[in-house]
């Protein structure tokens, strides 16, 4: 990656009034959802411990996000570096946490009902380890701006599914319920696409490399959904517990009485 970078010099101008427009725009993607979800009754602060450590540290990497994006749009350069090395590090207990309550809701069979069981143990690791990946790759390209801050804008849109999905009418979108929040997930990259094309004639090499490795995580979740390998971890991971009884590939019931 760094030797592509090379041969795309650092485009001309300023585009941090567009980074910054975006960090707030997810910032409010991601507190709009999960604040429509506690004002309906459908979430509540007596969850597990462990649902509560997962929400600290997940919206702690937005706060962080849009604090390194504001750092850099006002020239706080020093801090905006310092800071980085803490970001950095935020990312191993976000990972940690991610699987780990991916796996809890598996197992006490509490899998979001508008997604296939077997696709949420699947795609929710999956796609933290590919915000991971976009997020390193962003820390190794550090010192080309124009690199950084777009891997890090497409990592970071891959982390707007639970907000969007909780604004979205999931229940009416299944069976591509998942696949609708996917799409508009990467509706973030495709806009940065369209700002470098309009202010500079081009789009920039770091769009391609994010919005590809997207998709390519989309094409993997799918085909290891629907492959013998999709049910098969799902039965490994929930063996002797509630979620064993579970369809991998059904659609549970909606919450309520039954029709």
């Given amino acids: 990656m760094v030797a592509i970078a090379d041969r795309f010099p650092q485009p001309a101008g300023r585009d941090d009034g567009f980074f910054l427009g975006g960090a707030l725009a997810m910032t409010a993607v991601t507190i709009a959802g999960f604040s429509l979800q506690l004002g309906m009754g459908r979430s509540s602060f007596g969850a597990p411990p462990l649902v509560h450590a997962h929400a600290v540290v997940f919206m702690g990497w937005v706060a962080i996000y849009l604090l390194q994006t504001t750092l850099a749009a006002t020239g706080r350069i020093d801090l905006h570096r310092k800071l980085g090395w803490l970001a ?8 940690v946490l ?6 809890m809701s598996v197992r006490v069979g509490r899998a979001p009902f508008f997604f296939r069981p077997a696709q949420f143990l699947i795609f929710n690791p999956l796609s933290l380890f590919t915000f991971a990946g976009l997020t390193a790759a962003a820390i190794v390209m550090r010192r080309r701006t124009d690199w950084h801050r777009r891997l890090h ?27 609708a929040t996917a799409a508009v997930c990467l509706l973030f990259p495709i806009a940065g696409m369209a700002a470098d094309l309009r202010r500079t004639g081009r789009v920039h090499p770091a769009w ?4 590809g490795v997207t998709l390519a995580l989309i094409a993997a979740i799918e085909a290891l959904t629907f492959s013998p390998l999709g049910p098969a971890l799902y ?14 590939l059904a659609f549970a019931h909606p919450p309520g009485p039954p029709p």
């Fill in 88 to 95: 950095a590090a935020w990312i191993v207990p976000m990972i």
């Fill in 98 to 103: 991610g699987v780990a309550i991916t796996v």
């Fill in 153 to 179: 804008f497409s990592g970071m849109a891959l982390l707007l599914g639970p907000g969007f999905g909780r604004l979205l009418p999931m229940p009416l979108l299944i069976p591509w319920a998942w696949e």
């Fill in 208 to 211: 391609t490399v994010g919005v």
């Fill in 235 to 248: 039965q490994a991971v929930t063996r002797d517990t509630p979620g064993a009884a579970i369809a991998p």
